[in-house]
């Protein structure tokens, strides 16, 4: 199904390393922030990337809209490299290359009007005259379901979730492919979670957008995604197409994810106990394996060797010396 | 079974400039010794208000308590002096909080913090109390808890730093504990670890846990009965397992139906919407004759915007305030 | 409503002395602008007979030791000050701003001009002032140079900071994510939310400009000694203070609460911009 559809972004053995708190005693000292990533998001479709707090994913979005530099690695948009490209050649990628932001308060502006957050971009790029500005903008902001009147309103007069919808409708003006969602409803409150999770869905089908869904609710993930893609401490280590990876998980951190989310059904109350141990500091992370201190099935093999990412099943890439590859 | 906590009408408003705020406005329920409540609701729904108001924490000005009674053990704790009420706080009744980080002392190592009730309340000697935190340590699984003692709390993770919490509050053996969003800032994995922590301490100890959440996961993972608030008035009380097949107020409802959980949208092909409560919720300052739910309820009949509807019955230990109630 | 208009307005109703110091501020400068119909005589006029005369009903203030009328020349000396301080403070903030920018955005220009700054700094402002007059004959406008140049090494500072904290802000990455240029990005994203730190600080160095102007005309390095500024008023007196105090109270008294007043309309207008109050929103 998605061999079909051409493949927007390429993403290849990206690696971020920044250094240490500087100091004489900490020369050297890297944290591996995003340390081998490859994936690919094709037309139209939602790559989930998901993980706790120190794996990565918010490292890995910036890298790829180029807020921040790689340190090694590729990534392919449309078929070319553009993890070197200056900022004046970067400039036409990124009006395909759009983005909304996890904090609706600091996303925004707050002295700036709705009106002309939401038509920067177009300033940007297009010289339209104000007339055209207003309309366009006017159209977005009814898209995004807010009212054209609350145009001339600040930042403040609005709450969370209408501040996440005008982040929406400023990422849309421009018509992009692509849109990297920075755990964009984790600072929102449920219900509100539930409106800007349909318009994102909304939209998709009626655009035909990409989205990388960078988020750490593993719910909204596999409610919003069509693959997933698994992060710890800087690697991938399981990808797999949704249906896939939450039925049958590949990788030992996987399935404790998956065990650890809270079940809102009280008749199926856990029994099994939780994974043990703290999430690793980047800094250091562990050899061989990462996941190798916290797994329940750890051999020897693990604690030397890094596991490649190797297809398990048709679609499903997994990171783990106790799964066979398909031959 | 006499009740542990009997909370009857309690209102607290705060006193702003621009305006009174009724954060808490009529909240009634009872707690049974050894029980778990969750209360559950969405930012500005009163629910950390309610606890802080039973401990007596509400900053006063601007805030004040200015209605009802909360019978702890027989005692109305809102006729006690403040000396008096420092004698239950930490002792009778513990409280943890959402981020370790700000609620424990950088100053301080994390087994004097534990220590320091037990100097205060058990009168214990300094050696004698550092001996028992170190046994508390050890009570919540902390590794190497003789070492721990003597760190501060930037040299521990998150997950660590809310065992210390855990052990500081349970520390003197309370009665009632009150969790205020006590996993709220950690990671999924260590969410698990500390949850079954609480559970596995609830029985061992024998207390009362109010915990407060807005994660309808959470709540049906460790609750016994659920209190759900909106806007500072309780809409609806139930056991877990009546709220989670039958709710009945139209925001339970809604707020079950606007969760995405595991598993729910593998079932069919079709992309499911999740259920969206319209609007936002309404200003806390503001007057609003009726139920305070009713401008956003799929239920909504006229008189619902005329009357506040009186909490009614449906069902063992279930109640409902809806002048027109899901079935 | 702009968000800093709001808050503004909000934090001057809860300071009764904010709108107390803008009261005196705004009745030192119609002072000022109305001095030729205020005066009742010409400050420059010499009256040898009358010199010397405790304040009465000819003249307010009394006059001094070549006759001249002290209220006068009081009345006219508040063009200086004001001139002085409200000149410091809008260079020192402008040249502040422009060097700040750019320092925080560009990295090997930061790492020579703060050093050059810091030298700067280290050095009093008084002092500094003082030896940047050395080198120039006396008049306002000098006078207003070596001050602005003494006050610049902070303002920059302060800017430098903003910026460096701005930069991470998310709506700035979200402008450079939709293919904002870098100027556009600092006039629109970093500038404004600068402007209003700044103003406060300008508040601040307005009365730091005009306490410095009168310490100079003091030790007789600031303004020229014919031109009547409250400092040179006060310094022509030095030696008359125990039979004439009166020659140095009434300028002294000016100053004091014009400065007093400046401070009071600042500090207003910094608790308006308290991030705890900014919460709120």
């Not at chain 3, 006059?63 to 403070?89: H, P």
Request: hydrophobic letters at 45%; charged letters at 20%; glycine letters at 8%.
């Amino acid at each position: 199904m998605s061999a079909a559809r051409e493949v927007l972004l390429k993403v290849d053995g990206l690696r971020k390393h920044f250094p240490a708190k500087a100091g004489l005693l900490s020369r050297g000292v890297k944290v591996l922030a995003v340390d081998g990533v490859s994936f690919s998001i094709h037309e139209g479709e939602t790559l989930g990337l998901v993980g706790e707090s120190g794996c990565g994913k918010s490292t890995t979005g910036k890298l790829i809209l180029r807020l921040l530099d790689p340190t090694e690695g590729q990534i392919e948009w449309r078929g070319r490299r553009i993890e070197q490209l200056n900022r004046a050649e970067m400039r036409p990628v990124r009006r395909e290359l759009q983005a909304v932001f996890q904090d609706p308060y600091a996303s925004l502006n707050p002295r700036m009007r709705a009106a002309d957050i939401v038509a920067e971009p177009l300033r940007n790029y297009e010289s339209l005259g104000a007339g055209e500005v207003r309309t366009r903008t006017a159209n977005l902001f009814e898209r995004v379901g807010l009212r054209a009147d609350q145009l001339l309103k600040y930042p403040y007069e609005f709450s969370g979730g209408q501040r996440q919808r005008i982040g929406i409708a400023r990422a849309l003006a421009l018509r992009p492919s692509l849109i990297v969602c920075d755990e964009p409803v984790s600072a929102l409150d449920v219900s509100v979670q539930a409106q800007v999770i349909n318009l994102l869905m909304d939209l998709q089908a009626e655009l035909n957008l990409s989205y990388l869904f960078v988020a750490h609710d593993l719910a909204v993930v596999e409610h919003i995604s069509h693959r997933v893609a698994v992060m710890y401490l800087g690697k991938i280590v399981e990808i797999a197409p949704k249906q896939t990876i939450f039925t049958q998980p590949q990788h030992p951190y996987t399935v404790a994810l998956l065990e650890a989310v809270p079940v809102p059904d009280p008749t199926r109350r856990k029994q099994r106990r939780a994974l043990g141990g703290d999430v690793p500091s980047p800094i250091d992370p562990p050899s061989g394996c990462r996941f190798h201190t916290r797994c329940p099935h750890v051999e020897q093999r693990c604690r030397r060797e890094e596991p490649p990412l190797q297809e398990v099943s048709p679609g499903q890439w997994v990171a783990c010396h106790l799964r066979q590859p398909v031959a | 079974m006499t009740a542990l906590l009997h909370v009857q009408d309690l209102k607290t408003r705060f006193f702003m400039r621009d305006g009174v705020i009724r954060a808490v406005d009529g909240v009634s329920f009872s707690m049974a010794a050894g029980e778990t409540l969750a209360i559950v609701g969405e930012s500005g729904c009163g629910k950390s208000v309610t606890s802080l108001s039973i401990l007596r924490l509400i900053a006063s000005p601007p805030g004040r308590i200015v209605g009802g009674r909360i019978l702890f053990e027989g005692r109305d704790l809102l006729t006690l002096t403040e000396d008096e009420m420092r004698a239950i706080r930490g002792d009778a009744i513990s409280m943890i909080f959402q981020e370790p980080m700000t609620s424990l002392n950088p100053a301080l190592t994390i087994g004097w913090q534990i220590a320091e009730s037990l100097v205060l309340h058990r009168g214990l000697s300094k050696a004698d109390a550092m001996t028992k935190a170190v046994e508390m340590l050890h009570k919540v699984r902390m590794p190497e808890p003789v070492r721990r003692a003597r760190q501060y709390p930037h040299e521990l993770s998150g997950g660590m730093r809310q065992r210390v919490m855990i052990a500081m509050a349970l520390a003197c053996s309370p009665r009632l504990l009150l969790a205020d969003e006590p996993t709220t800032a950690l990671d999924v994995t260590i969410q698990a670890q500390i949850l079954e922590l609480m559970r596995e301490l609830a029985s061992e100890t024998g207390a009362a846990i109010i915990l407060i959440t807005h994660d309808l996961g959470v709540v049906a993972e460790m609750a016994q009965r659920v209190v759900v608030m909106y806007a500072g008035r309780k809409v609806e009380e139930a056991p877990v397992e009546q709220l989670f097949a039958h709710p009945r107020h139209p925001y339970t409802s809604g707020l079950l139906g606007s969760m995405p959980h595991l598993g729910h949208s593998l079932q069919d092909r079709s992309v499911k919407r999740l259920v969206e409560i319209p609007g936002m919720v309404p200003s806390l300052r503001e007057e609003h004759p009726g139920c305070l739910f009713a401008p956003r309820c799929p239920n909504a009949i006229a008189r619902c915007v005329q009357e506040v509807p009186p909490l009614a019955a449906h069902g063992a230990g279930h109640s409902a305030a809806c002048w027109n109630p899901m079935v | 409503m702009s968000p800093t208009w709001q808050r503004f307005r909000d934090a001057f109703r809860r300071h009764p002395t904010a709108i107390a110091g803008a009261a005196v501020l705004v009745a030192m400068v119609l002072i000022a602008l109305l001095a030729p119909w205020l005066a009742t005589s010409d400050p420059q006029a010499l009256s040898p007979i009358q010199r010397l005369k405790h304040p009465s009903s000819g003249h307010w203030f009394g006059t001094d030791m070549l006759g001249r009328d002290v209220y006068s020349r009081v009345i006219f000396g508040s063009r200086i000050s004001l001139t002085v301080g409200a000149a410091v403070a809008a260079l020192s903030i402008t040249l502040g701003l422009v060097i700040g920018l750019v320092t925080g955005f560009v990295r090997w220009v930061d790492a020579t001009v703060m050093r050059v700054m810091d030298g700067l700094m280290s050095i009093p402002s008084v002092l500094l002032a003082i030896a940047l007059m050395a080198l120039t004959k006396a008049s306002v406008g000098n006078v207003i140079v070596a001050i602005t140049l003494a006050e610049v090494p902070r303002v920059v500072r302060l800017v430098r900071s903003l910026v460096l904290s701005l930069r991470e802000q998310p709506y700035v990455e979200a402008a450079i994510a939709t293919g904002t240029r870098l100027p556009l990005i600092l006039l629109r994203h970093i500038l404004p939310n600068t402007l209003a730190p700044l103003l406060v600080q300008g508040t601040y160095i307005c009365a730091s400009a005009m306490i410095t102007e009168a310490i100079l005309s003091f030790i007789g390095a600031g303004t020229p000694p014919n031109v009547p500024s409250w400092g040179n008023i006060m310094a022509e007196a030095r030696s008359m203070f125990q039979l004439a105090s009166y020659l140095i109270f009434f300028p002294g008294a000016f100053l004091s609460v014009t400065v007093l007043a400046v401070n009071m309309l600042g500090d207003g207008m910094r608790d308006a911009l308290d991030p705890r109050l900014a919460r709120r929103m």
